[in-house]
Protein backbone atom coordinates (compact mmCIF):
# COMPACT_ATOMS: atom_id res chain seq x y z
CA UNK A 1 0.00 0.00 0.00
CA UNK A 2 3.04 2.41 0.57
CA UNK A 3 3.94 2.70 -2.82
CA UNK A 4 0.30 3.20 -3.74
CA UNK A 5 0.51 6.22 -1.70
CA UNK A 6 3.74 6.90 -3.17
CA UNK A 7 2.48 7.06 -6.32
CA UNK A 8 -0.40 9.23 -5.64
CA UNK A 9 1.78 11.26 -3.82
CA UNK A 10 3.72 11.88 -6.83
CA UNK A 11 1.21 12.44 -9.25
CA UNK A 12 0.13 15.44 -6.65
CA UNK A 13 3.56 16.63 -6.58
CA UNK A 14 3.08 16.93 -10.99
CA UNK A 15 -0.05 18.59 -10.44
CA UNK A 16 1.35 21.08 -7.42
CA UNK A 17 4.81 21.62 -10.39
CA UNK A 18 2.37 22.38 -12.76
CA UNK A 19 -0.19 24.54 -10.87
CA UNK A 20 3.00 26.79 -9.72
CA UNK A 21 3.96 27.41 -13.32
CA UNK A 22 0.37 28.64 -14.01
CA UNK A 23 -0.41 30.59 -11.31
CA UNK A 24 2.01 32.65 -12.63
CA UNK A 25 3.36 34.22 -9.74
CA UNK A 26 0.41 33.68 -7.09
CA UNK A 27 -1.67 35.97 -9.21
CA UNK A 28 -4.39 34.07 -10.97
CA UNK A 29 -6.30 32.83 -7.73
CA UNK A 30 -7.99 29.60 -9.31
CA UNK A 31 -4.07 28.01 -9.74
CA UNK A 32 -3.34 28.79 -6.15
CA UNK A 33 -6.24 27.06 -4.66
CA UNK A 34 -5.26 24.14 -7.09
CA UNK A 35 -2.30 24.50 -6.08
CA UNK A 36 -2.06 24.42 -2.60
CA UNK A 37 -4.50 21.66 -2.67
CA UNK A 38 -2.05 20.00 -4.48
CA UNK A 39 0.63 20.28 -2.17
CA UNK A 40 -1.61 19.39 1.11
CA UNK A 41 -2.34 16.32 -0.95
CA UNK A 42 1.16 15.16 -2.18
CA UNK A 43 2.48 15.47 1.39
CA UNK A 44 -0.22 14.32 3.20
CA UNK A 45 0.13 10.65 1.16
CA UNK A 46 3.90 10.64 1.31
CA UNK A 47 3.75 10.72 5.02
CA UNK A 48 1.87 8.04 4.86
CA UNK A 49 4.23 6.04 2.39
CA UNK A 50 7.00 6.97 4.83
CA UNK A 51 5.13 5.02 7.47
CA UNK A 52 6.50 1.81 6.00
CA UNK A 53 9.44 3.00 3.35
CA UNK A 54 12.41 4.55 4.01
CA UNK A 55 12.79 8.24 4.04
CA UNK A 56 15.86 8.53 1.57
CA UNK A 57 13.87 5.85 -0.87
CA UNK A 58 10.29 7.50 -0.19
CA UNK A 59 11.65 10.97 -0.98
CA UNK A 60 13.91 10.23 -3.98
CA UNK A 61 10.65 8.05 -5.65
CA UNK A 62 8.83 11.40 -5.09
CA UNK A 63 10.38 13.69 -6.21
CA UNK A 64 11.89 11.91 -9.32
CA UNK A 65 8.54 11.31 -10.66
CA UNK A 66 7.47 14.54 -10.11
CA UNK A 67 10.86 15.89 -12.15
CA UNK A 68 10.00 13.60 -14.94
CA UNK A 69 6.26 14.11 -14.81
CA UNK A 70 6.65 18.19 -14.61
CA UNK A 71 9.20 17.42 -17.49
CA UNK A 72 7.00 15.63 -19.66
CA UNK A 73 4.53 18.07 -19.15
CA UNK A 74 6.57 21.36 -20.12
CA UNK A 75 7.73 19.72 -23.23
CA UNK A 76 3.85 18.75 -23.93
CA UNK A 77 1.82 21.66 -22.69
CA UNK A 78 4.39 24.59 -22.15
CA UNK A 79 6.92 23.91 -25.37
CA UNK A 80 9.91 23.50 -23.35
CA UNK A 81 12.72 21.80 -25.22
CA UNK A 82 12.94 18.19 -25.80
CA UNK A 83 16.79 18.33 -26.79
CA UNK A 84 18.65 14.51 -26.86
CA UNK A 85 20.63 15.64 -23.79
CA UNK A 86 17.72 16.95 -21.80
CA UNK A 87 16.05 13.29 -22.82
CA UNK A 88 18.85 12.29 -21.65
CA UNK A 89 19.01 13.48 -18.32
CA UNK A 90 15.37 12.04 -17.53
CA UNK A 91 16.13 8.98 -19.09
CA UNK A 92 18.98 8.93 -15.78
CA UNK A 93 16.40 9.92 -13.32
CA UNK A 94 13.80 7.60 -14.58
CA UNK A 95 16.44 4.93 -13.97
CA UNK A 96 17.28 6.21 -10.54
CA UNK A 97 13.88 5.49 -9.56
CA UNK A 98 13.04 2.06 -11.08
CA UNK A 99 16.78 0.95 -9.16
CA UNK A 100 15.62 2.26 -5.82
CA UNK A 101 11.86 0.45 -6.26
CA UNK A 102 13.77 -2.83 -7.09
CA UNK A 103 16.38 -2.62 -3.95
CA UNK A 104 12.94 -1.72 -1.90
CA UNK A 105 10.83 -4.20 -2.97
Not at 5 to 22: H, N
Not at 79 to 103: C, D, H, N, Q
Amino acid sequence: MAWIYLLIASAAEIVWAFTLKASDGFTRPLMVVFNIAALLIAVWFLVQAMRTLPLGTAYAVWTGIGVLGAAVLGVLLLGESASPLRLSAIALIVTGVAMLKLVEG
